[in-house]
């Protein structure tokens, strides 16, 4: 498929476009990883700059970070939470890739400043924190949280210092655009995670309820298992 899209790509994209439904069977089928990586290479794949705006606008349209953020919720089963949590977090390094090779672009990536949008990173924390609490839930929306989280820094072995980074030779440059609105997106996830710390805290300390693990040492109970693991991972993060 990938090579259909890089040698065929105006007559696949607009076959896929003619077909009914097109997002909603992507979405059925978000479970298989063929279909995981159709997606992944619509948005990274289409060389022609228009051509790969008018595919991420039109994705964008059909709010495919909305309905990927529903699959992560506790009425859908683990492989979806799984595997729409993968592509998130997919979609996100590859469209900062995109964005810091491209710096001139006239648009902005609208499927990525959807997803890091402070209303999107509440609808998932709210899929994540509210009715009852599924562990694959958690541990699919913190890999999210931690994907947004992350820095992306302008160069290795660089110290940044306000708008500015020092390289190890110690002169001064202006940081790029796309650094500054990697901060800036940086700030809205941390914006919507601040009202649920005490969630975050709470699972340390008040786990879900497990079975004893029964262990050559000994017995832990409760277990410290994948869930809480995840969490410790997102509390040192703001």
Known sequence: MGILINRKTDQLVSFLWKKDGFVDLLLQHITTSAIMDLLLWLLTCVKQPQLRQEVVNRLNEEKIVQRLIEQIHPSKDDNQHSN??????????????????????????????????????????????????????????????????????????????????????????????????????????????????????????????????????????PPLVNTRLHVVKLLPVP
């Open 84 to 221: 729409a949590s993968q592509s998130l977090c997919d979609i996100i390094c590859l469209s900062w890739e995109q964005v810091i090779q491209v710096q001139d672009s006239s648009e902005p990536d609208q499927v990525l400043a959807t997803l890091e949008k402070q209303e999107t990173i509440e609808q998932l924390l709210s899929n994540m924190l509210e009715g009852q609490l599924n562990p694959s839930v958690l541990v699919s929306g913190v890999q999210v949280l931690l994907t947004l989280l992350e820095p992306r820094r302008p160069r290795s072995e660089s110290v940044i210092v306000n708008n500015f980074f020092s390289s190890v030779d110690g002169q001064l440059e202006l940081l790029g655009q796309a650094t500054l609105d990697s901060s800036v997106s940086s700030m809205c996830a941390l914006h919507a995670l601040r009202p649920r710390l005490t969630h975050f805290h709470q699972l340390l300390f008040e786990p879900l309820e497990l079975e004893p693990l029964h262990t050559t040492w000994g017995i832990l109970a």
